[in-house]
């Protein structure tokens, strides 16, 4: 199987709602995604994800726009010309065809021979885990065992790319973590160019070379877990990847590589090459829980704070403190240092100073 | 023009299916609805305003200045009012006590039993057995009671056969309502220190009370088109709408006469077809729950009240069961009121010279069954599952023919198919249309019903696995809706054996149904063979609706027979 790239440019697609009118479902949405990656679509529910995936696959029609699959361009496509796998939320399992039957379908509507049908029905149901439910009914298996069957009955028609929407939700938490890494490993042996929505930003890091965080229609940014966690380019998405903080901020000095904001008592030095900050101007600053470190004792450079909520988590403790009326969030990993601290206990807050963010976008 | 065309290519041409195959049943489904819905109607509009070319009021100002149709449209009025309250009240009354007073398994299957069988019987079975029982010679009123002076024609037995015939469409209407409303919302108020009769006055009333409106809107459509209960029952003192436009029409050979009072029915007819469909079905309170309630011992009454209940509901099902019985009794003796010796005459007369009439119906019941469910699933499929243009005004089109009072239907077929183009009156095939676009509408329904329950989603699949729309349709939807579809079809086959107010005016000597050969036994004041038909016509019923049962438990599959459709018409 030979895998392709998707190619999504200035996606619209827009939606006539009964109370709320016209809805901007997808706004000017641009994507490539290099062929045999995994590229998923995260964002919160309403943001356009599902949509965006469906008019890849050709249920929807996008308003403007064009869609290529590899050197194709699908845009106007039907459906069943486009050569995709989907799986789908609630699996769409044929429920008066058997296992067998359902996986076999594609392969049946292609035309392809008996002999090779029932073999390549075998090996994928063999691959995913199934062997010996053939004459079995989706009612009668888990929810588990349908998903893979929706998943096989996807691959099994060797499709140009694989789309999958929010696949795992109707599993248990165990379940799931278990089946996204099967999910990522087939996709990884069979090249398959994928797209997976999820609004679950852990599952987003687990199983993506890259990830799209959209918002209101838009894409915010795209990148790996790694870029959007430590480089967010908004605060929609350093909110939205992980937990961060956000300070009130005054800009004292604005110069072209770095800027001086004071915060509370102190002032703090961020390199920054966004323009368009001015002395005297107030802004956010935002840093991450981690990268608050708590003292016994205020040092010079170091905010004071009062401990208002401690809770132990076994690896890691996460303090609540109070900071000139402000609620800062701090998580600990060091289990024997946290035992020092205690709640109503006043403490001294450092902030790591390269770890500061300022942004001009709020992405959303 | 090019802006013209780029509208005309924006507004209409994107918003055309892309299958061809869709494309091609839409254009072919509108054929058919302004063919067999649209024009005919459109002729009862055209004779009753026209008049030398003209548009004109006075056909109708003519047809209400005697004095006897103004009575028959008052008439209609005040019976469909009356049915309507007392249906509804008998019928509030059964499901109550169904739902709400801790009945057995057994004691409410036999309730459910016997109220279907009114719903499944051929149209004069009541007003026969009525005449049976109350007529001159009645074995109640003569027999048990020694009167030979009650008149058993007029309002009130119209009235209490309607409403003996009609009130389980209210029943079950009710009964779905009544079991919608969750009991620990009644619980609560139990709870909150309310005495039962103030539970059931400011709780279960008042959520019932959409419920109620409904039942009176149907009762009240289905009275007003009644014809054969008035037909036997009314008597020359108390005319209505129907059966004056019938008697217009066969036996004055006024047509625009009897096309005017039609259209006089359609206007009432109408108003609460919209009433019914665009205020009351959208007025159901929905009761808001969190997660399903645990089970609750219902406690609306006291053990004693439903007992009495209970026992009120028994007398009134064995009453309909008399009813049949005496109907079976008087198909297998001599000469009832007269002469009680067992024989099995009338059924010789039945299977011998009334044979054409079983052939004929049970010919056209069949055919009429098969295409109405291939019209029914195509239509509720494209209606429910595929966005085009003109697809809401084919979904209400699709529904007038079984919507309006079956007179209107046949009155318009009997005009619009006599003179060319289309000359097809005394044919099988007139019969056919009239039952396929009448009685296909239960086949749109049950489709709909069925397409609702089957997420999107899993057609999308197919679509993705490489099927077109056809082999989607064939290979998926249709598999998935067959055992619904399959009692559908039963529905169309029941009340095509059941039908008289729209095919009286399509039979001919060629073609003609045993319904109107029990009308012409009862002219003929030979009932003996009319109750005979009409046993026939019970039996038949039986083994459909049996057959159904036995194929939707082989496949397990979704939507029981719903009996509210099978509304003897």
Known sequence: MEAIGIHLNNIHKTFLHRVKGEVKAVNNVNLNIEHAKLVTLLGPSGCGKTTTLRMVAGF??????????????????????????????????????????????????????????????????????????????????????????????????????????????????????????????????????????????????????????????????????????FQPNSEFVAKFIGRINSLPAEVQEADDSFILVKIFSHTYKIST??????????????????????????????????????????????????????????????????????????????????????FTEKGD | MPAFFNVFKKKVLTKLPKDPAILLSIIVIWFFLLLFILFPLSKIFILTFEKSGHFTFSNILEILGKRNHLQAFWNSLLLATLVGLSGTILGFFFAFTSVRANLSKGWSKFLDGTIILPLISPPFTTAIAMIFSFGRRGLITYNLLGINTFNVYGLHSVLFAETITFFPIAYLTLKGVLAGIDPTVEDMAFSLGSSRGRVFRTITLPLAIPGLANSFLLLFAASLADFATPLILAGSRFPVLPTEAFLQITGLFDIRGGAVLSFILLVPAFSVFVLQRYWVSRKYYVTITGKAGAQTQIKSVTSRTGKIFLTVCILVSVSILYFYILLFYASIVKAFGANYQITLKHYTVVFTEGLKAIKDTLFIATIGMLLGGVYGVVVGYLVSKKTFISRSAMEIISMINYSLPGTIVGIAYLIAFNNPPIMITGTAIIIIACYVFRYGATGIRTTVAILQQIDPSIEEASFSLGANATTTFKRITIPLILPGLFSGLGIVFIRSMTAISATIFLVSINWTLITVRILDKMTELELGVAAAFSTLVVVIVFIVIIFINLFLRLFRGPGAIDMSNILGG
Do not use: W
Not at chain 1, 91 to 107: K, M, Q, R
Not at chain 1, 315 to 342: P, Q, R
């Open chain 1, 60 to 229: 929807e029609q996008p308003d403007k726009g064009t869609i290529f699959l590899g050197e194709e361009n699908v845009t106007n496509l039907l459906a069943n010309k486009r050569n995709i796998g989907f799986v789908f939320q609630n699996y769409a399992l044929f429920p008066h065809l058997s296992i067998y039957e359902n996986v076999a379908y594609g392969l049946k509507v292609q035309g392809i021979s008996p002999q090779e049908e029932k073999k390549r029905v075998n090996e994928i149901l063999a691959m995913v885990g199934l062997t010996g439910y053939e004459a079995q009914f989706p009612h009668q298996i888990s929810g588990g065992e349908q998903q893979r069957v929706a998943l096989a009955r996807a691959i099994v028609i060797r499709p140009k790319v694989l789309l999958l929407d929010e696949p795992l939700s109707n599993l248990d938490a165990k379940l799931r973590v278990h089946t996204r890494s099967e999910i990522r490993r087939l996709q990884q042996s069979l090249n398959m160019t994928s797209i997976y929505v999820t609004h679950d930003q852990e599952e987003a890091m687990a199983i993506s070379d890259r990830i799209a965080i959209m918002n209101k229609g838009k894409i915010i940014q795209v990148g790996s877990a790694e870029e959007l966690y």
């Open chain 1, 273 to 358: 090459t966004l323009d368009g900050i001015k002395p005297q101007q107030k802004m956010n600053v935002f840093i991450r829980p981690e990268f608050v470190q708590l003292s016994k004792q205020a040092e010079e450079n170091e905010l004071k704070g009062i401990i208002t909520e401690k809770v132990f988590l076994g690896e890691k403790v996460e303090f609540t403190v109070d900071v000139y009326g402000h609620t800062l969030n701090i998580t600990s990993y060091n289990a024997v240092e946290s035992a020092k601290y205690l709640l109503n206990q006043e403490v001294g807050v450092c902030l790591a100073e390269k770890e500061l963010k300022i």
